[in-house]
């Protein structure tokens, strides 16, 4: 794994942690995942929003696009108590994808 990447990642796993006491740091943790999936993935980032990320990596894996919905949610509403538990499925799914590699 790439240093970028796995420093994403760990910083994904930090922020979601920080998501349950403060729900706006999730979708900081979705968009960390995001951005550490692609750039294992030897992708630059090419969007700030989760969505775009998302979009960005399906490109590769076109499965990703199933989070869609949670990843339009997470970018409208961060502030919402649940922002933790919609960013865990993002951390979730890139941590699956890399043990794949």
């Known amino acids: 794994m790439s240093d970028d990447a796995y420093q994403d990642l760990e910083r ?11 729900p706006t740091t999730g979708r900081e943790a979705a968009l960390s995942a995001l951005r550490g999936l692609l750039e294992e993935w030897n992708e630059v980032p090419r969007a700030d929003s989760i969505v775009g990320l998302l979009e960005q990596a399906a490109e590769t894996d076109a499965s990703l696009l199933e989070l869609r919905a949670e990843a339009g949610v997470l970018d409208r509403f961060p502030d919402e108590p ?4 919609r960013a865990r499925s993002f951390v979730d799914a890139v941590r699956a994808r890399l043990v794949n590699i």
């Open 82 to 85: 649940d922002s933790a538990e």
């Open 12 to 22: 994904s796993e930090h922020l979601l942690e920080a998501a349950e006491a403060a």
